[in-house]
């Protein structure tokens, strides 16, 4: 009995491995490829010689190729431990054209459509092609437009995919109803809202054209309005959008719910951060208990207690904000939860954009490395450091996902601009003949951030040469490195001598810290005065040569919040130079510049300056009149630059001591996309003092110098222009002013 029970399981056995070897896949045959190799197709089907083949396995290969949209028709079998897959591809699209559209460009379409020439044609494509266009005719008021795709089949397996377009016409709106509105007007709430009513003088705007997702947007916009001025509570009960009987107008009817006005109640702060004290958070932000409720304010705080976080250190914060009722009636309390967040690290940086310029001019302007954590405030810094670079015409940091939940990809993208300048500039006054100045100047030397400049100007007195390079990264730290020689000669009419300057120098600058910049410099130079044979006394004593060898070092402060466009803190400079150490000139130089700036309104932009600074001799000797404070053009603007201040004849020598003060403010055009600053000034400053009793009797006397008026800045396509227009409030009768100047630059 127990053998022939032995011989059954053997049975059993043999015959389940011999059914389950039935199932086993041997081997693939693929038929019909045309464009597709054979791997390629196995690879999307996900299936593999030795698998088991069942009726789930051959619905799974059949998804998984349709899903590619490369096929149009795929059939499978299975006999003998043989897959057999038979596809026919889609074919490649030869041609995409568009017929029947007048109202919407094909240029238009083109961006809005997936499928386009040589890629490969798929129904399910197709469709949302056509929805994309159909949304694009639907803002545009065109609401009933239709779209067929024809094809037109061609031989290697290609066809022309034609769209067959009949537009509608445009679908105004006639009326719009408001109901249920007491606080707030009708009009008032039409005049938010983007949607108008169609009126005669409305044709030539696109305002009055019904579109679906403008209307939804309006209704934010008015619960927006009614949000952040006192009612918290305010909805839509019902918004019906309903076509007029034989018209093809809309009459939006809108019906709304204004709730009851709410105030300000009590505001708490719990915070769970250290360095952040509630107390104090309650003084700085804007939301005081009694004020009206307004919901904009709620953001600014969040915005405000982000930065003071950053200030403090902390990179990774959350704020939870609570509306509570108030203990009184229609009020609404406010509790803010300041908690630390989880962090994120830096996976990776890429660059993107840089068609010229080198990667590395641009890492190592950005303050973060892959596995850094994750700061915002860096991350701003940088963005700031790269456009002060000047090199680029637009410069985004983006944060990428990644497929680890605590990493990001920091994603640069920039957009090369011109760097190269040729500038000619020009001044015009009616007291003095004109100027002229040129310049070529090269910002990104070979895409490697290295500076090249050529300065010259000429007018019948002066001519004035100036060369530099500057290597702001040498040896690959941040070591700035400038070399320059250059050039002055100046023979001024009716006086009887000429100048000539030549010298050269040398400066490196480095920073100490994140706000804090020192520089080193020395130069040497000669300055010679020749006087001809009809000079006077004190022509005469300015004859002569000094070799004048100084060296000098500058202590920068930056605690502006943007190097760029700053619009908060202030920037002080202080300089200092000694010259004595060689040549025959005994002299030291102590000036200082201050920059504060200031927001005034969302729009607006205040920014107070102040520079000043004193010249003196020692050792028994005199500073030479080439080493003077002198003022004018873009500083004191509306006086000819260098000719205000003491004046021997007509030569204008400078002065010992000076100041320069300035109020402005941006005048806001709405014009920033074409980088355009326009800028409001008052000017204050004077130049006065010489030490030498050898000059005689001059007017060195201290008298105060003003102007007001307008600075005009754009970077254009052809490259910067600016100009200056300035009204005299107050002068010396010898200064030569400068009501009018510019100057335009060529880029290349």
């Not at 982000?306 to 509570?324: C, P, Q, R, V």
């Amino acid at each position: 009995m127990k053998k022939y029970i032995t011989f059954f399981l053997l049975y059993l056995f043999l015959n389940s491995n011999l059914f389950a070897n039935e199932n086993i896949i041997d081997s693939i045959n693929i038929d019909g490829m045309q464009r597709i190799d054979k791997e390629t197709v196995i690879t999307y089907a996900n299936i593999s010689i030795g698998d088991t083949y069942t009726e789930e396995t051959g619905n799974n290969v059949l998804k998984n190729l349709f899903e590619t949209n490369l096929f149009s028709n795929i059939q499978i079998s299975f006999q003998e431990n043989i897959l057999k897959i038979n596809i026919q591809e889609n074919p490649t699209i030869n041609l995409v054209k568009f017929v029947g559209n007048s109202k919407i460009k094909d240029e238009d379409l083109v961006i809005e459509i997936l499928l386009k020439e040589r890629s490969v044609y798929s129904r399910s494509k197709v469709k949302k092609d056509i929805e994309r266009m159909l949304s694009l005719y639907q803002r545009a008021g065109r609401l009933s437009t239709e779209i067929d795709p024809k094809l037109e089949m061609l031989d290697n397996n290609r066809v022309n995919l034609t769209y067959e377009i009949t537009e509608s016409d445009v679908v105004k709106v006639s009326n719009i109803i408001i109901l249920g509105n007491n606080v707030f007007s009708t009009n008032k709430i039409k005049s938010i809202m983007k949607t108008k009513e169609k009126t005669l003088l409305r044709f030539l705007s696109s305002s009055d054209n019904y579109d679906p997702d403008k209307l939804e947007y309006d209704k934010q916009l008015i619960t927006q309005f009614y949000n952040n001025n006192g009612y918290p509570e305010f909805k839509f009960t019902s918004s019906i959008a309903q076509l007029k009987t034989n018209t093809n107008n809309f009459e939006i009817i809108l019906n709304i719910n204004e709730g009851d006005k709410f105030n300000f109640g009590e505001l708490e702060v719990e915070s769970k951060l250290k360095k952040i004290d509630p107390e104090l958070v309650k003084t700085i932000l804007p939301i005081k208990k009694g004020n009206l409720f307004d919901r904009s304010l709620l953001k600014e705080s969040v915005e405000q207690l982000k930065e003071l976080a950053k200030s403090e250190g902390y990179s990774f914060i959350e704020i939870d904000t609570n509306l509570i009722d108030g203990s009184e009636a229609n009020l609404v309390d406010v509790k803010l939860v300041i908690n630390e967040g989880p962090r994120v690290y830096v996976n990776n940086i890429n660059i993107s954009g840089n068609t010229r310029t080198v990667d590395k001019v641009i890492r190592r302007e950005v303050s973060l490395t892959e596995g850094d954590a994750y700061n915002k405030y860096s991350i701003n810094y940088s963005k700031d450091s790269i456009r002060t670079l000047n090199f680029f015409n637009e410069v985004e940091i983006s944060e990428a996902m990644t497929d680890f939940p605590d990493k990001i990809n920091l994603e640069i993208k920039v957009e090369e601009k011109n760097t190269g300048e040729v500038s000619l500039g020009a001044g015009y006054s009616s007291a003095n003949a004109a100027s002229l100045n040129m310049g070529l100047r090269e910002n990104n030397f070979l895409g490697k951030g290295q500076k090249v400049k050529f300065d010259t100007s000429f007018s019948n007195t002066r001519t004035a040469y100036d060369i530099s390079i500057t290597e702001p990264y040498f040896n690959n730290k941040p070591l700035s490195l400038t070399s320059n020689i250059y050039s002055n000669f100046t023979d001024p009419t009716n006086v009887n001598y000429e100048t000539e300057d030549i010298g050269f120098g040398l400066s490196t600058s480095f920073p100490l810290s994140t706000d804090r910049f020192f520089e080193i410099r020395y130069s040497l130079f000669t300055s010679r005065v020749k006087a001809n044979s009809n000079a006077t006394a004190y022509e005469n004593a300015l004859a002569g040569t000094n070799t004048v060898s100084q060296l000098g070092y500058s202590l920068a402060f930056d605690r502006r919040n943007s190097r760029y466009k700053p619009s908060n803190g202030f920037n002080l400079k202080i300089i200092q130079d000694l010259a004595g150490l060689g040549g025959d000139s005994y002299f030291f130089r102590n000036s200082f510049e201050f920059n504060y700036y200031k927001r005034l309104s969302p729009r607006f932009i205040g920014a107070y300056k102040l520079q000043g600074g004193n010249i003196n001799g020692f050792n028994d000797k005199y500073s030479p009149l080439s080493s003077n404070f002198k003022l004018g053009g873009k500083k004191l603007r509306g006086f000819k630059s260098g000719k205000i201040g003491p004046r021997l004849g007509n030569s204008y020598t400078g002065g010992q001591y000076y100041y320069l003060t300035s109020l402005e403010t941006n005048i806001d055009l709405n014009i920033d996309a074409f980088d355009i600053t326009t800028t409001a000034f008052i000017d204050i400053g004077s130049v006065w003092g010489l030490e030498n009793p050898a000059y005689g009797s001059i007017d060195d006397k201290h008298e105060a110098r003003s102007s007001i008026g307008i600075n005009f800045n754009w970077d254009s396509a052809i490259g910067p222009i600016n100009i200056i227009y300035a009204n005299i409030i107050a002068s010396n009768k010898n200064d030569t002013t400068d009501n009018l100047y510019f100057d335009i630059g060529y880029n290349f």
